[in-house]
């Protein structure tokens, strides 16, 4: 018995001397201080935070969660992409370059279909954004709603105005009833500018110059889908062709799509089977096509909202011009006046007489424009700008 006790007093007395001797167990509750804090997966998104049809956003940023006073901007492209040479790609250049300029964290993220639309704005709703730029007449119930839903997030969409409806509310959504004299931004919108643009007034100066220019007196326009912005581009163009040459025929076809440039060329090259030989294109990569079928038939064409001599060097040489629309000027003017506390809500249109729509450069098509063509240009420019020129739209 003593024995025994003897061994077990040993045993014991041997295990307290290997405790002693192991390396004491790290704290659970302590990260180690070599591993950085990340707060925000760019390149590899965690699956479990959203369906993999949802469409992964570009972020240029590592904060998630804006501080007070602290500018975090994030921008919800069309299905068209960051990369279709006009519309998307500059209001995404302008808002960008503005969010740089004033050291603010930005992010944008492309649509795969309009079903992603109000997700899109939502995702960069909960992770703290605070300037939410939507992009495209299509954006605007899903826009309206997110900022019913959100009054402290600011928002801007281009192209898409909000007016009462018949029963006096705004959006869907909203049960804010406007008064007589109101508008939609006094209350119910009161965090969303619209930026608009007189395409009307600068598809009329294209069409002056597409009516001078043709020697069919047969010119086209293959546009993309037929929601009001496009239809501005298409009666000013085609008004203003007719006012410079009465004898001129106008084609034109909607494309109910904004990023099918092959269904655009063939539209492009049929209008060509009917004698056009000045093709205008309106709709993001879906005009583009029938760019270039002009390009490739050696006839003349106009681009569209920016100068796509430089966004598509395809075709520049056969360009005469392009009806642009400063969407990298409005965009970056809303990021800073964000910044700066001086964003207005309501309506920011840009028109021909303040410089925010117009015509780009003639560029290598200069010397093959008549004298008599660039004055009625010019005339043109000045009739729009005092107003006592009517462009078509809305009569």
């Given amino acids: 018995m003593r024995k025994s006790l003897l061994v077990l007093a040993l045993l014991a007395v041997f295990a307290m001397l290997i405790s002693a001797c192991a390396p004491a167990a790290a704290d659970p509750t302590e990260a180690p201080e070599e591993t950085p804090e990340v707060t925000e997966a760019v390149e590899t998104p965690e699956e479990t935070d959203a369906p993999e049809e949802t469409p992964e956003a570009t972020v240029e940023a590592t904060e998630t969660e804006a501080a007070d006073g602290e500018v975090r901007v994030a921008v919800v492209l069309d299905t068209g992409g960051e990369n279709d040479r006009s519309f998307n790609e500059y209001t995404l250049k302008g808002a960008r370059e503005a969010a740089e300029e004033i050291g603010a964290d930005f992010a944008y993220v492309v649509s795969e279909s309009p079903a992603d639309y109000g997700r899109n704005i939502e995702n960069f709703v909960s992770e703290g954004y605070n300037m939410i730029i939507t992009v495209g007449f299509l954006m605007g119930d899903s826009t309206a709603e997110a900022a019913i839903a959100n009054p402290d997030v600011s928002f801007a969409i ?13 959006a869907p959504g909203s049960d804010v009833v406007v008064e007589a004299d109101g508008t939609c931004y006094d209350e119910a919108l009161a965090n969303v500018t619209s930026l608009m643009f007189a395409e009307d007034e600068v598809g009329y100066l294209a069409g002056v110059l597409a009516g001078c220019m043709t020697e069919s007196n047969i010119i086209g326009s293959v546009s993309g889908m037929e929601i009001p912005p496009v239809q501005k581009f298409v009666t000013g163009y085609q008004t203003g062709a007719k006012a410079q040459n009465p004898d001129v025929e106008t084609l034109n076809v909607y494309i109910p799509d904004f990023n099918d440039p092959a269904t655009g060329k063939a539209a492009g090259v049929e209008q060509i089977s009917q004698g056009a030989d000045v093709i205008f294109g309106v709709g993001g990569n879906t005009g583009n096509g029938g760019l270039l079928a002009a390009h490739e038939a050696g006839l003349l064409a106009i681009g569209v909202d920016v100068d796509q001599y430089f966004t598509y060097p395809e075709v520049a040489a056969s360009l005469l011009t392009s009806a642009a629309k400063n969407m990298d000027v409005a965009a970056g003017d809303a990021v800073r006046g964000f ?3 001086s964003l207005e809500a309501g309506i920011s249109l840009a028109t021909i007489a303040n410089g925010g729509v117009g015509l780009a450069p003639y560029h290598d098509q200069e010397a093959n424009i008549a004298q008599e063509c660039m004055d009625a240009v010019d005339a043109a420019r000045e009739g729009l700008a005092d107003g006592t020129i009517d462009t078509g739209w809305g009569d």
């Avoid at 281009?158 to 705004?170: E, H, L, Q, R, S």
């Fill in 158 to 170: 281009i192209d898409y105005a909000y007016f009462p409806n018949d029963t006096g509310t705004c």
């Fill in 339 to 341: 910044a700066d506390g």
